[in-house]
């Protein structure tokens, strides 16, 4: 397990995490043909093989069956940048895995994993590395492929901070930079990030009333006191932006929680569907030799891009091809251009107005209003609903008050002395335990939750740069300030690109789930299986 993974990713109670010498829990066969078993010599009974990893990829029995060998692609120089004990700095590119006693290759993918009730094993971490730096490198050297590279802020803020540049001087830089190696369009995931809010802020304001028709009904008439199954879920809305807490809760917490998670698809996959979408098309290519790398600044956003909610296999197209971080693109420049940082870039590009939060003018780039360092949910979300449902602007900042720790804080809408809104930030796996913990127990006292994996949020995420001067929360604060004094503040609904999205999601059947997502209930184990998932002590 690389190290960069996000704690609610990597736990979830203190002894569940496979360690690369044992068994992933994954079974070679579905559960149906488990079921059946082989009768071997004296009537003895011989159960289907499950998969495993064996520690330098030696290939082992195991109690429990054959365990894998993973097969190295020596000619790949490929650095992993996976700093997990199956993967780390080695050199070598882990392309497939392999069953041991046929020879034949196992088809696990990084989506059975993460469709399995299992935690986010080295199986994982291993299968991972096909959005490694050396895989983009291929990519960008396949002459019929042409690579779309979209920013995440705070890896922007990280790129910056690390070359003593403000945020708009290193983007132009890399604006340059990226034209000279080859990457003919470098967006910007600020303008997805407003589609992101916007659409978060309508299913707030639309389970808001739904909850509140609930309560009236319940009052009014006993008979109609439980909503129907089609209803949608009520409150509280827990933000699902992180995809390590959406990991976590699908494969610990079930159904219970999932049906309050919003929605809303992240900025990072939003903005694949521009660039499939709309920036193919003004390329004049098929959208799947557009190749979409997005550079974040946590590994978990790997996790999310090889969700199968976001490829379509019947045209061959994923919506995020590629995820690297903060810290394999720094490696990239460094590595690609000969230079030692982007200081050393003696060139600026111009930046796209449409699909780049920046001033027409090209001097100034624009944020959404945000509170804390993770996309700014609670603050827009707030501000939204105090206007849609209670007529009131909120002027100036939210202030936020703290609680047990610095990562969780509290917000509330209060109107002529009466608390209409109460809103929180949670930051970190305890965070995330504590609030589930609430939940169950039906002690939530709050009506939406921005909860994200990483202590500090996103700015601290474990695919940033590294300051050998400053302790992390540091630098994230460093990053975060950084970035409200950069950047102007824009409304989410004044970003051009929301505009041209609404236009692409008139014109789809499906509409508005360009911009939603569906989760799934892996926390059981399958009938007739003898797997134990998180949910279970080992």
């Known amino acids: ?18 360690t690369p010498s044992q068994q992933c829990i994954k079974p070679q066969l579905d559960a149906k043909k488990r079921k059946d078993k082989k009768k071997i010599g004296g009537g003895t009974e011989k159960k289907p093989s499950e998969v495993g990893i064996g520690r330098r ?6 109690k429990r069956g054959v365990k894998l060998e993973m097969e190295m692609d020596l000619d790949d120089d490929t650095d992993t940048m996976m700093s997990g004990s199956a993967a780390s700095g080695s050199g070598m590119h882990f392309d497939q895995i392999k069953a041991s006693s046929d020879g034949k290759t196992a088809k696990i993918t990084l989506n059975d994993c993460l469709a399995c009730s299992g935690c986010v094993t080295s199986a994982e971490t291993v299968l991972i590395t096909a959005q490694s730096l050396g895989k983009f490198e291929t990519l960008l050297a396949n002459k019929d492929k042409s690579i779309v590279l979209s920013i995440s802020p705070m890896s922007l803020a990280g790129l910056a901070a690390a070359s003593s540049l403000s945020l ?3 983007a132009k830089r890399l604006a340059f930079l990226f034209d000279q190696v080859g990457i003919p369009k470098f967006v910007d995931q600020s303008v997805a990030q407003a589609v992101a809010l916007l659409t978060s802020c309508e299913e707030f304001v639309e389970r808001y009333r739904l909850h509140q028709q609930q309560q009236q009904q319940q009052s009014t008439s006993s008979s109609s006191s439980t909503p129907t199954s089609s209803s949608p879920p009520s409150l509280p809305v827990l933000c699902s932006e992180c995809p390590g807490w959406v990991c976590y809760a699908e494969k610990t917490q079930g159904a219970n929680v999932l049906k309050y998670l919003s929605k809303a698809r992240s900025p990072q996959q939003i903005m694949g569907v521009l660039v499939k979408e709309l920036l193919a098309k003004e390329m004049q290519k098929p959208a799947k030799d557009v190749v979409h790398c997005a550079v974040m600044p946590c590994y978990d956003k790997k996790l999310e891009a090889s969700r199968e909610e976001f490829a379509d ?18 490696e990239f420049i460094t590595k690609r251009a000969g230079i030692k940082g982007l200081r050393d870039v003696k060139g600026v590009g111009k930046l796209d107005p449409v699909y780049f939060n920046v001033s027409s003018d090209q001097s100034a780039l624009y944020r959404p209003p945000a509170l804390g360092a993770s996309g700014g949910y609670l603050d827009n979300v707030l501000r939204y609903a105090a206007r849609a ?14 609680g047990r720790n610095p990562d969780i804080q509290e917000a509330t809408l209060t109107i002529k002395g009466e608390e209409k809104l109460r809103f929180a930030l949670a930051y970190g796996f305890r965070n995330i ?5 609430k939940l169950k127990r039906n002690r939530n006292p709050y009506h939406y939750v921005e909860l994200m994996a990483c202590p500090a949020g996103c700015a601290n995420g474990g695919g940033q740069l590294k300051s050998e001067a400053k302790k992390p929360r540091e630098l994230a604060a460093e990053l975060q300030q ?22 692409l999601s008139s014109r789809f059947e499906k509409g508005d789930n360009l911009a939603t997502t569906s989760f799934r209930d892996v926390s059981k184990k399958e009938e007739g299986s003898e797997v134990a998932g998180l949910t279970e002590t080992w």
């Open 313 to 330: 296999a019947d045209s061959e197209r994923k919506d995020v091809e590629i995820v690297l971080t903060t810290a394999e693109m720094m």
């Open 168 to 170: 708009l001087e290193t």
């Open 389 to 402: 449902l209670f007529g009131h602007d909120l002027e100036g900042d939210i202030k936020l008050t703290p």
């Open 57 to 62: 990829g030696k290939r082992t029995r195991g």
């Open 482 to 503: 950084k970035y409200y004094e950069e950047l102007r503040v824009r409304q989410p609904e004044d970003t051009p690109m929301v505009r041209a999205f609404r236009s």
């Open 1 to 18: 397990m690389a190290s960069g993974f996000s704690g609610a990713v990597k736990l979830a109670d203190i002894n569940d995490f496979l």
């Open 433 to 437: 335990q504590n609030t589930m913990r």
